[in-house]
């Protein structure tokens, strides 16, 4: 099973390295316009617990990033299958589905952890740094884990690339914004945070915001994610088993 | 080796194949001819782990295609209709991917890469990138990625459609080396003249069902030798002789617009199936 994963993410990391260069500016844009619109603009002046808004901000912009860029494998394996017909050559070739499941999720997690450096070194020219500590990492790890194997599921149920985007702006985008990326989810009023609650997101905010403040992080926050992911995942590898016609 | 016991498959209400059965020994070419839609596809893909089949049992070299699939998928190479490459990769990373999919070693994977980019003449091409391949490259390529791991069998998908006649004979010539190396190939068509050309043995397959299965010369000399072709309206009729003074003869008693022509496997298709080909 190793090796064949190993092919799959190789194969990942090659096309990362061909696209790095233009990769690299598509990350940094939204990060840095938010970074000016709400850091300096709208958030000018207001503090967040102690922390300047900027500050409360940049972590929220790693949870965000690292799920945007850890789904967007998603699209990556639906042009694959859809246009290049390369699932095929997956499919014929004799690796295990949970090869291929985990080497699409290591992609996924390796361009997440690519957009969170992005947005570190972006926090440094803004003049906050933020506690790169390992349960940092974890936090960044576990959230990457959670939304690259629902990419991985997703991208084999859906029929076509529309399909696809219909999930990410219903599903993925609202998240982003409602996650606690932006503001504190108890800014909310209470029947909002219950529901708001249930987002893998919302916890995955607030572990990175915790531990890049350098504070003991709410362990059920990391446990949650850990389940929540290993749920997708298990899902991720059913759908490549009913990916054959 | 290929065997396959009464195989059928449907897709929602379409029935792809109906209790399709076969035998191909080891180092056999053998070409599946039939029209759009017979199931060729369907086949291939049952064999290379594609498609679920719904009854009957499939085998590569003695391996159960859905006991025993990674077994037997090792056993194949596939070269799909479709170009499947990685178009941004260069054809190098493509061919060294594929290695690795198949469980290759560094060293072999270089070594078998070096070889066959040489068997299919694109060693100057090796750094470039796929999409900056002809289609013929493409084609090539995808036949040298198919054999990076020294497959027993080597399945063909409609290797050539889409290619103009210089190149589609290129890869006939680079199939026929293949053969000769003692690899078994299953070969899908639906071009008559390059069934006649390569297969050893062929299959006609209408509707999800084979109707014949024997060598060209066999299934065509059910016909006789020559045919005269006479374009009526907006059909051709055709008449068959074993002779060819026999044939000429009959365009001698007819009036003008006759053409005639050997016999090839179009005729036979046309005879048992009803059908043409195209």
Redesign the interface.
């Known amino acids: 099973m190793m ?2 994963c ?3 993410y ?2 990942e990391l ?2 990362l390295k ?2 790095l260069p233009k990769m690299i500016p598509t990350m940094s844009v939204s990060p840095l316009l938010y970074l000016v619109a709400f850091g300096y603009a709208v958030g000018h002046g207001i503090t967040i617990d102690g922390h300047t808004y900027l500050e409360f901000l940049i972590p929220g912009l790693v949870a965000m990033s690292s799920m945007t860029q850890a789904f967007a494998i998603a699209s990556e394996i639906n042009i ?1 299958r859809f246009y ?3 699932f ?9 589905n949970m090869a291929y499941v985990t080497g699409e999720v290591l992609g996924g997690i390796t361009r997440a952890l690519l957009s969170v450096v992005i947005i570190i070194i972006l926090g440094l020219i803004f003049g906050v740094r933020i506690s790169c500590n390992p349960l940092f990492w974890l936090s960044v790890f576990l959230n990457s884990f959670v939304f690259a194997s629902l990419a991985v599921g997703m991208a084999m149920l859906v029929k076509s690339h529309a399909d696809q985007a219909m999930f990410s702006s219903f599903v993925i985008t609202p998240m982003a914004f409602l996650g606690g990326t932006f503001f504190p989810v108890d800014r909310f009023p209470e029947w909002a945070q219950k529901i708001l609650y249930f987002l893998p997101l919302t916890h995955a905010s607030k572990a990175i915001r915790s531990t890049s403040f350098g504070s003991m992080p709410d362990l059920f926050s990391f446990f949650l994610l850990a389940i929540i992911g290993g749920i997708f995942f298990f899902i991720a590898f059913n759908c490549v088993n009913r990916a ?2 | 080796m290929i065997r396959i016991e009464d195989i059928s498959k449907c897709y929602k209400n379409i029935h792809a194949l109906r209790g399709v059965s076969l035998h191909v020994p080891e180092g056999e070419l053998f070409a599946y001819l039939g029209p759009n839609g017979a199931g060729k596809s369907t086949t291939i893909r049952i064999l290379t782990g594609l498609t679920r089949l719904d009854s009957g049992d499939a085998y590569l070299n003695g391996f159960h295609i859905e006991k025993e699939t990674l077994k037997a998928k090792r056993q194949c190479g596939m070269v799909p209709q479709s170009i499947n490459l990685d178009s941004e990769l260069s054809v190098f990373e493509n061919l060294d991917i594929h290695g690795r999919l198949f469980n290759m070693q560094r060293k072999d994977r270089n070594e078998q890469i070096q070889k066959i980019l040489e068997y299919v003449e694109l060693n100057d091409r090796k750094e470039s990138q796929v999409k900056k391949l002809s289609g013929g490259m493409k084609r090539r390529l995808m036949i040298a990625r198919a054999m990076i791991h020294s497959p027993k069998i080597l399945f063909l998908d409609e290797p050539t459609v889409g290619l103009d006649a210089s190149i589609r004979r290129r890869i006939w010539a680079l199939i026929k080396r293949i053969e000769q190396s003692g690899t078994t190939i299953f070969l899908t068509t639906h071009y008559i003249e390059e069934a006649e050309f390569l297969a050893k043995r062929v299959a006609f397959l209408d509707e999800g069902k084979i109707v014949a299965v024997n060598t060209p010369e066999r299934l065509m000399s059910q016909m006789g030798t020559w045919a005269v072709d006479r374009i009526l309206d907006n059909q051709i009729e055709t008449e068959y002789f074993k002779i060819r003074e026999k044939a000429n003869r009959y365009i001698a008693l007819q009036e003008e617009g006759l053409t005639l022509r050997r016999v090839n496997l179009e005729d036979a298709f046309l005879k048992l199936t009803g059908r043409k080909v195209k």
């Open positions: 090796r064949g190993l092919a799959i190789y194969r090659l096309i061909r696209r694959a290049w017909n390369v095929e050559e997956f499919q014929s070739a004799p690796i295990s054959r016609d």
